[in-house]
């Protein structure tokens, strides 16, 4: 463990941090900060307007490719994630986190628009695109592909699959002492039902269960916000103040530096929106749609609910009620913050439900990046194999200890990105001519 952890640090190190952050922000220079010239057209393309345009190729209409991205994305980071950055950084952290989901709506849609512009259909007819293919077609260099492909497939086993397995029976038991290997039986059928359909199937299943989710999380937050609104402000200063000045330690809270504030921002935030790892381009190459800017304005809205919307809920819930200096983290904190304010234990209960349904899309949809990552290696016959394996990996990890798990998921999270963001860079004005044949081509959205 103690080597593992070194080896963490130094894939999660300066040098990676700078280079997500520093992606997102050249991106957003080079589109001439189109995430926020075209954010709330984007939201309606998103979540309003459900026109499908034509007989297009792909398997999935945009809301759906962009219901299970966020299945993916939006998971344990919206909770613990959030959480432990405040914990550590202070509530500076929140401010940067929020200025990686801003450049970050940047790499998204850049991810989105080489997915969809070199995706190709496999040999079961479906699509198939991320960074694996654009890495491979745009740069021309197929063993960096595999790279990011292994350590996607890694990955998804990980972030995807046991540690959200894991944190679902964990919240059960706690919440409704229901055995872990209960939890683990129930998710396995729950999970083979949905995966065995392919992407139609979790893209249904991500449409059903997303929306709700998230309005249940954001509506029992909105009430903690309503019962403590005359901190509101004071919550806002905290996080403007101490994102450029250091706080003292109060109460359970041992204090924090700007670096650190900066770090756990920054950290936390594209952990939590996974902007610049490469996952989520998988989905958007399966949506419908002949134009790839088209689906890349409809990804990017992922980022902003994911990090500017969900998390920002979560942290100003925990610094509103003072949660924040109680010296708890993780789960714990957002529980604790939750149970401040709501009667009996519905805090505890009405947080457990959100880590619970959270983590089950999370499973839903990293299945898919991991099915793809696995089909990039060695071809279509892999698939039922995969589906197979997905769904008992399910179960180990409901009852399994995964320290070592945890520590290696966060290696290969890095690892992936690194393939990815060179392609990005790489492609960038690929990125920009395309971005500007569909801006002179349409006069809107």
Known sequence: MEYLNQIRNFVWGAPLIILLLGTGIYLTILLKGLQFRTLFSSLYLALMKRKEYGAHPGDISHFQALMTALAATVGTGNIAGVASAIAIGGPGAM?????????????????????????????????????????????????LAILFAFFAACAAFGTGNMIQSNSVAEAMKATFNIDHWITGIVLFILTFLVIMGGIKSIARAASAIVPVMILFYMIAGTIVLIIYHENIIHSFELIFIHAFTPIAAAGGFAGATI?????????????SNESGLGSSPI????????????????????????????????????????AWESGKTAAALTQHAFSLSLPGSWGGIIVSLSLIFFAYSTILGWAYYGEKSVEYIAGEKAVKPYRLLWV????????????????????????????????????????????????????SI
């Open 283 to 322: 989905a958007a190459a399966a949506a419908k749609t002949d134009e790839p800017v088209r689906q890349a304005l409809v990804s990017m809205t992922q980022t902003f609910i994911d990090t500017i919307v969900v998390c920002t809920f979560t942290g100003l819930v925990i610094l509103v009620t003072g």
């Open 95 to 143: 401010f940067w986190m929020w200025l990686t989901g801003l450049f970050g709506m940047a790499t998204k849609y850049s991810e989105a628009v080489l997915a969809v512009k070199y995706r190709e259909v496999d040999a079961l007819g479906t699509m198939s695109g991320g960074p694996m293919y654009y890495i491979e077609k745009g740069l021309k260099n197929r063993w």
């Open 392 to 443: 008992i990996v399910v179960f180990i990890g409901a009852i399994g200890k995964l320290e070592i798990v945890w520590t290696l998921t966060d290696i290969m999270n890095g690892l992936m990105a690194f393939p990815n963001l060179i392609a990005l860079l790489g492609l960038s004005f690929v990125i920009k001519n395309e971005t500007n044949l569909f801006f002179k081509k349409h006069n």
């Open 259 to 271: 670096k650190m504030a900066m770090q756990m921002g920054v950290s936390r935030g594209l952990l």
